[in-house]
């Protein structure tokens, strides 16, 4: 029995550290990697990051937290299928918001596409969702893994050794949430589809 809570225990740590709300974070931290956008300063592309990081991680989680302790519901509540549609709202409401700042700031075009191919993953899930329970988590991943794929072919670099780290992580992510019953294999293999493919297609796209 004991076991059995530990696998619990670090299967909801996993799923608290890796929120699905980190794709532009990812993005960007490739993006000031592998382009010629790495030759900015840093005080810069930290600005740009914290920016980010403010409205697509932090006011989201912390907006739904509040959200989630008006309403009553604990962790296991708010990931039923039909009360997932205002954290989507919230979420998507956060991104716009992002987007429109850093337009305001005239930042890199790179850096908006990013933003818009995180927002297509989460409208694609919003969507899915009125009639299917999707993995916002493994999607976020696939969405990783979608723009890593992207700027490799951009810029042309070779992106194995960071396709298998975010594939470790990928398949860490989704037990974790079906150890805690929050998907079954086929919503966790779908959400990451959905990721891959929406993240891919928008940032080679608006590029």
């Known amino acids: ?5 530990n696998i619990i225990y670090m299967a909801r740590i996993v799923s608290m550290l890796f929120t699905p709300f980190y794709l532009p974070l990812m993005g960007l931290i490739i993006l000031f990697t592998f382009s010629y956008l790495a030759l900015l300063p840093v005080v810069y592309r930290l600005e740009i990051i914290a920016i980010v990081y403010l409205f697509t991680i932090l006011l989201p989680t912390y907006i739904i937290h509040f959200y989630r302790k008006h309403q009553g519901w604990n962790l296991i509540e708010v990931g039923y299928r039909e009360r997932r549609m205002v954290p989507y709202v919230i979420s998507i409401l956060c991104y716009l918001s992002c987007v429109w700042l850093l337009k305001s700031m005239n930042v890199f075009h790179f850096v908006s596409s990013i933003l818009m191919a995180a927002l297509l993953v989460q409208i694609v899930c919003a969507i899915i969702n009125v009639w299917w329970k999707i993995s916002t ?3 976020a991943i696939g969405g990783v893994a979608g723009a890593l794929f992207a700027f490799s072919v951009i810029f042309v670099f070779n992106p194995v050794w960071w396709f298998c780290l975010v594939l470790v992580v990928a398949g860490i992510m989704g037990s974790a949430r079906m150890i ?15 990721g891959f493919f929406c993240a891919s297609i928008g940032i080679l796209y608006l590029y």
């Open 1 to 5: 029995m004991s076991r059995e809570k």
């Open 180 to 194: 805690l019953r929050q998907h079954s294999l086929a919503q966790v293999v779908a959400g990451f589809g959905v």
């Open 137 to 139: 988590h493994t999607a």
